[in-house]
């Protein structure tokens, strides 16, 4: 091994619902994982500062070493909300360590469900991302957060709800068990409601997005119409990516395979299962890099 080789690599995973942090040896063998609360670079910085750094103690307690012998480590940072090389700078500078690369969500997304292979990602958590990679050329749609964007997220979908439980309250939409639901959760009070969005980040709105699933399965009109609504943006950023016959599509998250049945035959005959998810893509990602400082002169 060069005197420039790093002795493991750290990978790290976060958005707007948690954050996940594994290390992994020069083989790429997994030695420790954790999980942690929301890491959200653009929303709460200081939040995912706190959760990364946590995730980061308990994955250097389990392995026994010091926070400075972790940081001689080689990382790649995933997180939602880097949007500018200025936001990545920012990151970087809260961990110090031998070399970090910081990028948004959606790259460690891309290198896990897709590795080396071409392909379409749909990842819906919390937020949203769609990609496509043939060869060295990538093509995104959206995933500029949620006051923007993020369409068919599950933040998206919890809104949405909320939003149509007040258009029931108003009288001008017919209530469903789904939004009655909603509304009781708030006491039946708009006034409590309101107050709640006032407050809100993407993650609160994300924690109604089990419910609409689960209503949409059960045949609820709400639940469907949400449903329906997300699947028409994800069909035109397929299409916006040029998805086309003979193209594989992940479908990963806690809410992306849930709208499978709601796109059209072509997409669900291309569904494929991913190759790794985001953090293992995170540590691919980290340990390429520390390949490439292990070569270097």
């Known amino acids: 091994m060069s005197k420039h080789a790093a002795p493991f690599v750290i990978g790290c995973d976060g958005g707007g619902t948690g954050c996940r942090v594994a290390v992994a040896d020069l083989q790429g063998h997994m030695l420790a994982q954790a999980a942690g609360g929301p890491a959200n670079a653009a929303s709460a910085f200081d939040v995912m500062a706190a959760n990364v750094s946590a995730g980061l103690a308990d994955v250097a307690l389990q392995l026994g070493l010091s926070m400075q012998d972790l940081m001689r480590g080689v990382a790649h940072f995933g997180l939602a909300g880097v949007m500018t090389p200025q936001d ?23 290198a896990g469900a897709l590795g080396a292979a071409d392909g379409v990602l749909i990842a ?26 993020d369409q068919a997220s599950g933040a998206w979908l919890g809104r949405g709800l909320l939003e149509h439980a007040l258009l029931c309250h108003d009288g001008l939409e017919e209530h469903t068990d789904l939004t009655r639901a909603a509304f009781a959760d708030f006491g039946d009070d708009p006034a409590r409601l309101v107050a709640f969005a006032a407050r809100a980040f993407p993650a609160d709105y994300a924690r109604f997005a089990p419910q609409i699933i689960a209503a949409a399965k059960a045949g609820d009109a709400a639940g469907q119409m949400l449903m329906r ?42 569904i494929v299962p991913p190759q790794g998810s985001a953090l293992d893509g995170a540590l691919r990602l980290a340990l390429q890099a520390a390949r490439e400082m292990e070569g270097a002169p």
């Open 88 to 110: 990545a700078s920012r990151v970087a500078a809260a961990f110090p360590f031998a070399q970090i690369c910081v990028t948004e969500d959606r790259v460690v997304a891309v």
């Open 124 to 149: 819906i958590g919390t937020g949203t991302i769609v990609a496509a990679r043939r060869g060295l050329q990538a093509k995104n749609v959206g995933g500029w957060g949620l006051k923007l964007s």
């Open 229 to 270: 609504r997300g699947a028409a943006y994800l069909i035109r950023a397929l299409e916006a990516v040029d998805f086309a016959k003979g193209d594989a599509l992940c479908l990963t998250g806690g809410v992306a395979p849930h709208y499978a049945l709601y796109l059209p035959v072509s997409a669900q005959d291309a």
